[in-house]
């Protein structure tokens, strides 16, 4: 990487900084905003502050991390983690699925046979 | 024996083996706090009411501080590598020692609100909220305390290699970065998930 190539590189890490500077006040912002689509419904406001916040996780990654331009290897590393990541994040998504707990279930809980009393 | 590929590019991958080395344990770092963001939204669908009734208000403004203070600790991070790749020492020392300051102030900063939460009885055992900020937050502590150690390290005693093998040590600056930027966009996460939504 050359001298006038670094110098550039510079340039956008300030441009870089002075957008993360705004998007996090934005994000400040946007939670005293009123995003409600019914009374204690709080879908449209973590949309917003969960967007902002990958606008700049990924002004970090492709900027400060170098990202935009990388090796293959490792965009297949970091490609394998996200579906990882997904199936991690999708766990609590079957929490519906789950019994276990459920002060609801009819269903009497199975009698364990050939326990002593 | 001398490690191979510190400087040279390794053929077949393209890198230097410490770069891969940094990315394998960032991928592993994704899935240990993707496992407590996934505990997180776990807690949280699960709660009848969030943030529980009578829980402890956490502090935005502090927050929000600690937000730009890491923002601006990462610039000056890959300023530092910037300035070794220009040649200029000088320069990387004073983004470097700047670095350490404002992982310093971060930590400062968390005392306080710690302390502040901990005074009035707010413990991780008061409810599921504060059981879940505690332990994320902690564990992000925690990764500010490691980088600091390892920045402090190569902003003084490490940086002896900057005479013997500058290209070697711009390596080693620049994993560091990697390493701290993913410590940044942890937080960058952390803030709106437990502070502002």
């Not at chain 1, 929490?95 to 002593?116: A, R, V």
């Not at chain 2, 923002?71 to 004073?94: D, H, Q, Y």
């Not at chain 2, 020692?97 to 404002?102: D, I, K, N, Q, W």
């Not at chain 2, 942890?186 to 998930?193: D, N, Q």
């Amino acid at each position: 990487m050359s001298h006038d190539d670094i110098q550039h590189h510079v340039k956008t890490y300030i441009k870089v900084f002075m957008a993360l500077m705004v998007l996090t006040l934005l994000t400040v912002y946007a939670s005293y905003v009123d995003f409600d689509l019914a009374p204690g419904f709080k879908a449209g406001a973590i949309f917003v502050g969960l967007f902002i916040a990958t606008v700049k996780g990924a002004l970090v990654a492709t900027q400060f991390m170098h990202l935009n331009n990388e090796k293959k290897i490792i965009y297949w590393v970091l490609g394998l983690t996200i579906v990882f990541f997904t199936v991690c994040l999708s766990i609590p998504v079957l929490w519906d699925s789950n019994l276990i707990g459920d002060t609801n279930f009819e269903q009497s809980p199975p009698k364990i046979e050939g326990g002593h009393h | 024996m001398q490690i191979p590929y510190n400087e040279e590019l390794r053929p077949d991958t393209g890198l230097y083996n410490a770069k891969l080395g940094i990315w394998i344990f960032l991928a592993s770092e994704v899935m240990l706090f993707g496992g407590l963001f996934s505990a997180y939204i776990m807690l949280r669908v699960g709660a009848p009411v969030w943030p529980p009734l009578g829980t402890a208000q956490l502090n935005i403004p502090m927050a929000t501080f600690n937000t730009v203070v890491l923002i601006t600790s990462s610039v000056t991070m890959v300023m530092a590598w910037a300035s070794l790749k220009m040649n200029n020492f000088g320069k990387f020392k004073m983004y470097m020692g700047l670095t350490l300051l404002f992982s310093a102030m971060f930590l400062v900063v968390k005392y306080f609100e710690y302390s502040a939460k901990l005074s009035h009885g707010f413990t991780p055992a008061h409810d599921t909220f504060l059981a879940i900020y505690y332990t994320m937050t902690g564990l992000h502590v925690l990764h500010i305390i490691g980088g600091m150690l390892v920045n402090g390290y190569l902003w003084m005693p490490g940086s002896k290699m900057w005479e013997s093998n500058p290209e070697r040590f711009t390596n080693r600056i620049e994993v560091a970065g990697l390493y701290w930027h993913f410590v940044d966009l942890v937080w960058i996460f952390l803030f709106p998930s437990l502070y502002l939504l």
